[in-house]
């Protein structure tokens, strides 16, 4: 099979994006490997699938694909590229469109100075829902690990994160601690690990540890989790900006049961097709 695609990226958080509407696809998780494979596929992130919505009142379906072939829930940068791949492949006129996930409906539109805002929905803190598994839903919980015990604020963002204060963005223990927050068995859909550092009341850095992915460049739901959790802990206020290894994302949250809704740049690479 001869696959065309687009490799996109958001703050270097990158994809290989796929239209799932003009043609019929169902890759299987060794084809999706093998296009995230930097070495002997195309190289990515996630793989994202443009699909024909499946429901009324949506424009599009949108399924994400780690680089392990795991299908999961959101990607806040990925909706952004996917705002950008369907106007660029001629697919809507409309600047302002609906997106089926598995996690629900996102509302992603482009901006006049061509960036694109995504209403990624509102928070989540109950840890049934999140999912995590705790007796409460207090912002602060412990967390053992194998040698030490950190503080996390677990938080839905239509899939799970864990985030982490670290006085030090640079020297946090990423690498390390990073696929051991991810497996931890009191996350049972696994978990995205967050290390967020705050520099004002408006501004923060965040890396992020992407379960079936490792650390990437930009993480837009991991900002959108840091931010929530830095707001509802009375560390931060809205707007924030959030500074990633590869740029900023501007996040924006009033709180309560409000969405929350994140700005950001979405970028075409180059076009291919590759033999699977």
Same mark, same amino acid.
């Given at each position: ?27 299987? *998780? ?20 443009? @699909? ?47 997106? @089926?996930?598995?996690?629900g409906v996102i509302v992603p539109w482009l901006e006049d100075d061509g ?94 540890? @992407? ?27 809205? *707007? ?37």
């Amino acid at each position: 099979m001869l696959l065309p695609f687009v490799k996109m990226h958001g703050l270097g958080n990158d994809f290989v994006v796929l239209d799932g509407v003009r043609q019929s696809l169902e890759l299987t *998780p060794a084809q999706l490997r093998r296009l995230a494979d930097r070495h002997f596929g195309v190289g990515c992130d996630q793989v994202l699938l443009v @699909e024909a919505p499946t429901r009324p009142g949506v424009d599009f379906r949108y399924r994400i694909f780690n680089a392990d072939g795991g299908e999961v829930e959101q990607c806040g940068n990925g909706a952004r590229c996917f705002v950008r791949f369907v106007h660029e492949q001629g697919l809507t006129t409309r600047r302002q469109i609906r997106v @089926e996930t598995i996690s629900g409906v996102i509302v992603p539109w482009l901006e006049d100075d061509g960036s694109i805002t995504v209403d990624m929905g509102r928070p989540e803190f109950a840890a049934a829902r999140i999912p995590f598994v705790s007796e409460t839903d207090d912002l602060l919980q412990p967390l053992r690990l194998a040698d030490e015990e950190i503080v996390i604020t677990a938080v839905g963002m239509g899939n799970p994160h864990a985030v982490q204060l670290v006085v030090d963005v640079d020297t946090a223990p990423v690498e390390r601690q990073g696929p051991a927050i991810e497996l931890h068995p009191r996350f049972p859909q696994r978990v995205n690990a967050g290390f967020m550092q705050v520099s004002d009341r408006h501004a923060i850095r965040l890396r992020v540890h @992407e379960r079936g992915a490792g650390e990437t460049l930009a993480c837009g739901t991991g900002a959108c989790a840091a931010v929530v959790a830095g707001i509802a802990r009375g560390l931060l206020d809205s *707007p924030v900006r959030v500074a990633t290894r590869r740029g900023a994302l501007r996040v924006a949250w009033s709180g309560k049961d409000s969405p929350v809704f994140m700005t950001g740049p979405a970028v075409t690479v180059f076009k291919g097709e590759i033999k699977l």
